[in-house]
């Protein structure tokens, strides 16, 4: 019969002499991170890994294990000493309104040009008004309009003359300038007096009348012609005494930035408007409303088209940027175009285009959380279309939907070079890896952290280092060499295993911030190992009412389990129930009953529709395990019928294996097995025991119950020896131990369990076959060859009834 465990095999202790401090106060407050070299070798080769195209990287692991803090740290180590990325802002454009143009500068320049441009538009106000009240245009202009005067009315005195030596006059009516005939007085002839003339006189008056018609026309068409260059003269003189007054200007700014193609151009084509649009630049009259009540809002002119909209400014920006989106929505992304309501309509310009996420982040680093980016619509297809583009142009995303198309802006794109990181966890990764080809292509970069480390001396060093780095960071009380050992001992338990320690570090701060308010409450200037058993303890009574509920129905025997004594088919498994923010074993009353037949093992689970895959496997490995033990020369028939009693929902995993298997054999056999035992493992077709999971949960389970109905030295739990090293038991179940009052058995064969349970020997098999008389495999042995005889003699009896 296998020895129950000692109790140093139960709970590895850490030894507090490791440490050479007396408290974390004297550890260095720097701390590196810890535990995740292959993550870290993945993250160096994606960062360092620059002009590849795709290989940006997805960082996978449980939450807590310090993702965000690790690449937050790493990318502020690595950024500083990087260039800084060139400003971005967008102008008007001038020859297609719709389509603003985006101009990269210099870090820190584009709030020069800016403020540039807005002093250009203050020197315009101030010095185009002005140099339209000088004398020196105003003798200009009046010389040009003198002359054209003075040609005017040259012209039409010479005509005016001709016509009255004709006897005409050139008159105004409603439709123009007219020749008409006239009397010596200087009246104009009636139309009675005209109609009274003589044939060949009125003839004659028609043709000198249509002839000096025709030179009135002429002249009209050069007056208009020298009306027409009157005005390009005055404009002319206009551009002229503009471009004297501020061409200096335009000039100092082009020669300022000549380096740049793009703002030279520019600054050409706002020359070009503004002299297009001097008006706009002269100091407009106040128009006299038609009524002295109706004062009319004068329309002011805007210069808007010459302001300078920064998208992205670097001017204070020190090596790449790095930017964490939190909330990686479509717009925040690749960045939006504002609209400004008034009077129901909506409007909007290039000035109204802000900076999203991949703008800001242009020319350094952009981290997301992965399950963010998912949850936002089209952020995630926005995202993959820049980086296969390597642009970010601004879109209109409802475009696509609407019925009727609107006019907006489209703004030139800007090229793209991010390194993007992606954050999740590990079942994203591998839903987006499998399902989208395209992802595959653009993260080529896969850094796994690991959820737990190995144990060792140098592990331990960093983990009080991490101690002290929480303590001093959020100004906590220092711990002493005996609440680190506890710390560290907790980081084991939460790994589930003896020689590993849990990555989860926001698992273990959490206990540290709970262990200094317990300190405190204790009154200690000191954490202690008193304190963080008080706060493991703590933390466990807020979310373990479930647990006592059930606890408090098996000993008012709602639930039945019994403690004491032995029964025939029936044994006590252990299974484990996680609540999300607390997991704990529960003992589970399984039992069997076996009769002549030929259906096999019957899941009642199964049959009912309650039992998983993975437990549906387990039944059909123990069915061939006991066909492949008690059949080997001839086949045996029965029928067994096998359930969780009292489990009201589904029932899934295989560590229950081994008990099915007992109680099976216990049926067959008609020997009773101990009910003060409980046993939890799974089984392969060999009889080998094989190892599972949650092995100190279903333990302690057991063991407080056995501890409210007393505990008397017999109770225990039968586990497989693969497990030894994964516990790490609470301190009462290792007193027990200690005290003799409750063993842990550890087997390797379901052999080893079943001499544990009966208290019989097993049995070997035998050369012929059989097994010694008095084991437990004989008589299962025999039982199984009676209900085969039996079975056939009814079967034979059957066929003689048919014949006859």
């Known amino acids: 019969m296998p020895k129950p465990l000692a109790v140093e095999d139960l709970y590895k202790c850490c030894d507090q002499n490791v440490f050479a401090f007396t408290t974390t106060e004297e550890l260095p407050e720097a701390v590196e991170i810890i535990g995740q070299a292959r993550a870290l070798r993945a993250i160096d080769f994606g960062l360092n890994l620059v002009d590849s195209q795709g290989f940006n990287i997805f960082i996978l692991g449980e939450n807590g294990t310090g993702k965000l803090t690790t690449i937050k740290s790493l990318l502020a180590e690595k950024a500083v000493g990087e260039p800084v990325p060139p400003d971005w802002c967008y102008v008007y ?3 297609d309104p719709d389509i603003p143009l ?3 500068l210099p870090p820190g320049s584009a709030f020069i040009f800016h403020k540039d441009m807005q002093e250009l538009i203050r020197i315009l106000k101030v010095e185009i008004p002005k140099v339209f009240e000088s004398k020196e245009y105003e003798k200009q202009k009046s010389k040009i309009l003198e002359e054209f005067q003075k040609k005017q009315k040259d012209l039409f005195a010479s005509l005016e003359e001709e016509a009255r030596g004709k006897g005409f006059s050139i008159r105004k009516t409603v439709s123009g300038l007219m020749i008409v005939p006239v009397k010596k007085s200087g009246e104009p002839l009636t139309e009675e007096e005209y109609e009274s003339l003589e044939g060949g006189i009125k003839t004659k008056v028609d043709e000198i009348g249509k002839l000096l018609q025709e030179k009135l026309n002429d002249i009209a068409r050069e007056v208009r012609e020298a009306e027409k260059n009157v005005k390009d003269l005055l404009s002319k003189l206009e551009k002229d005494v503009v471009l ?4 200096h200007y335009m000039e100092e700014l082009k020669n300022k930035y000549q380096e740049n193609e793009k703002i030279v151009s520019y600054l050409a084509d706002v020359t070009e408007d503004v002299l297009g649009h001097i008006e706009d630049f002269k100091a407009q009259e106040e128009q006299s409303p038609p009524l ?7 329309p002011e002119p805007t210069f808007t088209r010459y302001t300078i909209n920064i998208l992205v400014n670097n001017q204070d920006t020190k090596g790449a940027p790095c930017i964490y989106e939190s909330n990686p929505t479509f717009f925040n992304l690749i960045g939006r175009l504002e609209y400004r309501f ?3 309509m909506a409007t909007t310009d290039f000035s109204m285009i802000k900076a999203g996420a991949l703008h800001k982040a242009n020319g350094g680093y952009l981290v997301i959380n992965v399950l963010d980016l998912l949850k936002s619509m089209f952020s995630y297809d926005v995202l993959k279309r820049a980086i296969q583009n390597r642009e970010i142009k601004l879109e209109d995303v409802l475009e696509q939907y609407r019925m009727i198309s609107t006019a907006t802006l489209r703004p030139e794109a800007i090229p793209l070079k991010v390194k993007v990181i992606l954050m999740g966890t590990p079942y994203l990764y591998y839903l987006l890896y499998n399902l989208d080809e395209e992802y595959r292509e653009l993260f080529k970069v896969k850094a796994d952290f690991d959820n737990r480390m190995e144990c060792t001396e140098e592990t331990i060093q960093k983990y009080a280092a991490f101690v002290g780095h929480c303590c001093k960071k959020e100004n906590l009380m220092p711990f002493d060499r005996s609440g680190v050992a506890k710390i560290v001992e907790y980081g084991s338990r939460l790994a589930g295993h003896q020689k590993k320690l849990s990555s989860k570090f926001s698992d273990v701060a959490d206990v540290i911030r709970e262990s200094n308010y317990w300190a405190g409450k204790a009154g200690s200037t000191i954490v202690k190992a008193e304190h963080v058993e008080k706060a493991i303890n703590e933390k466990v009574y807020r979310t373990n009412r479930i647990e006592e509920r059930l606890q408090e129905m098996i000993l ?4 039945i389990i019994d403690t004491e004594g032995a029964k025939v088919g029936q044994v006590n498994g252990l299974a484990v129930l996680d609540m999300g923010d607390y997991s704990f074993g529960k003992p589970s009353r399984i039992t069997a009953k076996t009769y002549a037949g030929k259906a096999g093992v019957i899941n009642i689970e199964r049959e009912t529709k309650m039992s998983g895959k993975i437990h549906e496997k387990a039944i059909l490995i123990l069915t061939h395990f006991i066909g492949s033990m008690y059949a080997r020369k001839k086949a045996i028939t029965f029928t067994a019928s096998i359930t969780f009693e009292q489990l009201y929902d589904m029932v899934e995993g295989d560590s229950a294996t081994c008990a099915e298997l007992y109680v099976i054999l216990s049926s067959l056999a008609g020997i009773p097995l101990k009910q003060h035992i409980a046993v939890t493992g799974s089984m392969d077709q060999n009889g080998d025991v094989q190892p599972i999971g949650g092995v100190n949960e279903k333990i302690e389970g057991f063991f407080e119950l ?12 039968v586990i497989p020896g693969k497990n030894v090293h994964n516990l ?5 179940v290792v007193d027990a131990v200690r005290d003799g009052k409750f063993s842990i058995y550890p087997i390797d064969r379901v052999e080893e369990g079943l001499e544990i349970f009966t208290g019989m020997p097993v049995g070997e098999r035998k050369e012929d076959g059989t097994f010694p008389e008095g084991t437990l495999h004989s008589l299962v042995m025999k039982r199984l060859e009676e209900i085969t005889e039996s079975f056939k003699e009814k079967k034979d009896k059957d066929k003689e009834e048919n014949n006859s």
Do not use: H
Not at 244 to 247: K, P, Q, R, Y
Not at 556 to 559: F, I, M, N, R, V
């Open 292 to 298: 002295p009540f109706m004062k009319m809002q004068r």
């Open 244 to 247: 004297s007054a501020v061409g």
């Open 93 to 95: 454009n001038f020859k």
């Open 342 to 344: 008034q009077y129901g």
């Open 102 to 104: 985006a101009i990269s």
């Open 556 to 559: 008012e025997g709602t639930l």
């Open 706 to 717: 056995c501890k409210m109905r007393g505990l008397d030295g017999t109770q225990g739990v």
């Open 728 to 732: 790490m038991l609470k301190k009462e």
